[in-house]
Each structure stands twice: as structure tokens, then as C-alpha cells.
């Protein structure tokens, strides 16, 4: 099954922090794909801050065959020191089709072929066997776990650019 990352807009990031759905994506979405009214608020809230559109806008995956959009991916926030941080999810309902992986590797090529970026984090909680396999299937190596926010822990699975780009 193939997948397609389609931008979001300002307009739709906004919907989305009033927890509402934009229109242009009502009655093609599966239940739970849309990004959380608190993602949308940070991703306006670095857009307000001058960020460039590409780490903070996020994107929707969009199923091929049939239009549906089955999750969200996107950067957490514009580089710092070469490492950007990348979030996924798609709905429970889709899981297992390959569009995590598919969303994991287009952000990893977008985020690489920019001179800012030679690392990216994905922070994964130790017990989310799904996202751990697709870190390390896609090259992310397991560092430190750290707390997060609300004292979850977070296992750090860092990528690095290869020297010949």
C-alpha cells in the first residue's frame, strides 16, 4: 500500500486547535488520524514565531488507493545544534499498512536534504513495540531514556546523516 504526506495548512492547523475537522479533509478521515488540538497549538504557535513552514506546518498521511487520511506526521520544531525532532500516528483502525514507516521515511528525506538538519530524535515511550520497530527498521539508533513531560519515559532513537549526504 502506498502513502502520500500532504501539507497542512495554516487554515486546517487552526480548525485543528479548536479540536474541530477541516472541511477539506471531512468525510475522508479514519477515526482518530487527525493530529491533537495541542500539536496544532504548537505548530501555530511556531508559525507566529517566525518558523519556516517546513518544521512546524505537519502533514497528513493520505492513504493512495482511496484518498483517506489514516494519520499525521510532521517536525516538532525547526532545527537546533542539526537535530530536528520528528511525531507520528495514524488511527488505530489503519495501523500495520506501512504508513507510519512510509510518513517516517518521507520526513527523513525532506529533513536531510536540507544543510540544517544531520540528526533527527524520535523520543518513543519503551512500551510502543510498533514505533520502536519502525525506528529501527528505518536506521534510528536506541540512545538514552529520558523523562518527558508528565514524567513518561522516553526511550531517544537518534538517526544520523550519512557522510556522503
Known amino acids: 500500500m502506498s502513502f502520500t504526506l500532504q501539507p497542512i495548512s495554516r487554515a486546517d492547523l487552526q480548525v485543528l486547535a479548536d479540536a474541530g475537522v477541516p472541511d477539506g479533509v471531512a468525510g475522508r478521515t479514519a477515526d482518530g488520524a487527525l493530529p491533537p488540538p495541542f500539536v ?25 488507493t482511496d484518498g483517506l ?62 514505533s520502536t520497530r519502525i525506528a529501527q527498521k528505518l536506521g534510528f539508533i536506541k540512545s538514552e531514556v529520558e523523562t518527558g513531560e508528565g514524567g513518561e519515559l522516553l526511550v531517544q532513537w537518534v538517526l544520523r546523516k550519512s557522510l556522503g549526504g
Open 69 to 130: 487520511v489514516v494519520g499525521g506526521c510532521g517536525f516538532k520544531g525547526a532545527p537546533m545544534c542539526g537535530q530536528v525532532e520528528i511525531g507520528y500516528a495514524v488511527s488505530p483502525a489503519c495501523r500495520n499498512q506501512g504508513a507510519a514507516t512510509q510518513g517516517v521515511r518521507e520526513l527523513i528525506q525532506r529533513a536531510f536534504a536540507t544543510d540544517a538538519v544531520s540528526a533527527i530524535l524520535a523520543q518513543i515511550n519503551p512500551t510502543n513495540a510498533s
Open 40 to 64: 496544532a497549538k504548537r505548530s501555530l504557535g511556531q508559525l507566529a514565531q517566525g518558523q519556516e513552514e517546513l518544521w512546524c506546518h505537519g502533514f497528513y498521511i493520505v492513504r493512495d
